[in-house]
T-cell receptor, first 112, second 111 residues
Framework: NAGVTQTPKFQVLKTGQSMTLQCAQD?????MYWYRQDPGMGLRLIYYSASEGTTDKGEVPNGYNVSRLNKREFSLRLESAAPSQTSVYFCASSEQGAETQYFGPGTRLLVL | KNEVEQSPQNLTAQEGEFITINCSYS?????LHWLQQHPGGGIVSLFM???GKKKHGRLIATINIQEKHSSLHITASHPRDSAVYIC?????????????FGKGTLLTVNP
């Protein structure tokens, strides 16, 4: 099992460009999450999906959209990237109702 | 004030030393988690505990619910233990749990 996979590993964007970060899990988990990690701050929740077909805002949703494509895949879209979105993005998944989350390897995003 | 505070922020040790990382929280929780993040790497869960103490190899995690405090201990530290250690607390929210994370403790173990 690959666990949680994320693509790309690293991306450089110019201000105003758009891109989609992809996440997939093969653990048959219902719940999936997107976090961002910034220097000097703890991980912060952007969006989550408790189950297929549902998505909800987290702590820092502005500037992002998500799609729960199916049970396996949960994508994060930046419609118009800003330098403030320079960060490391982590996708995670968990069984519904479980407290332990499994994290992907992260995507490093640099917005110039 | 952050809901989850870790100390120290940075810790440098010599191989073989006993290491302690602390975590305090200010909210009611369902459980406390310790996670490990190697440089440039992903995040893995080390422990989830809601009371008492857990041990895995050279790692020991304890929690005091009354004092809202947890510690992560590493015995006989090794350079491969160098990583960021993250404390997080989980709180029930609807059908799922919300995780709130500390800022992390960067541990460097020198040979």
């Amino acid at each position: 099992n690959a666990g949680v996979t994320q693509t790309p590993k690293f991306q450089v964007l110019k201000t105003g460009q758009s891109m989609t970060l992809q996440c997939a899990q093969d653990m048959n988990h219902n719940s999936m999450y997107w976090y961002r990690q910034d220097p000097g701050m703890g991980l912060r929740l952007i969006y989550y999906s408790a189950s297929e077909g549902t998505t909800d805002k987290g702590e820092v949703p502005n500037g992002y959209n998500v799609s729960r494509l199916n049970k396996r895949e949960f994508s994060l879209r930046l419609e118009s990237a800003a330098p403030s979105q320079t960060s490391v993005y982590f996708c995670a998944s968990s069984e519904q109702g479980a407290e332990t989350q499994y994290f992907g390897p992260g995507t490093r995003l640099l917005v110039l | 004030k952050n809901e989850v505070e870790q100390s120290p922020q940075n810790l440098t040790a010599q191989e073989g030393e006993f290491i302690t990382i602390n975590c305090s929280y200010s909210v009611g929780i369902s459980a406390l988690h310790w996670l490990q993040q190697h440089p440039g790497g992903g995040i893995v869960s080390l422990f989830m505990l809601s009371s008492g103490k857990k041990k895995h190899g050279r790692l020991i995690a304890t929690i005091n619910i009354q004092e809202k405090h947890s510690s992560l201990h590493i015995t006989a530290s090794h350079p491969r233990d160098s990583a960021v250690y993250i404390c997080a607390v989980s709180q029930r929210g609807g059908s799922n749990y919300k995780l709130t994370f500390g800022k992390g403790t960067l541990l460097t173990v020198n040979p």
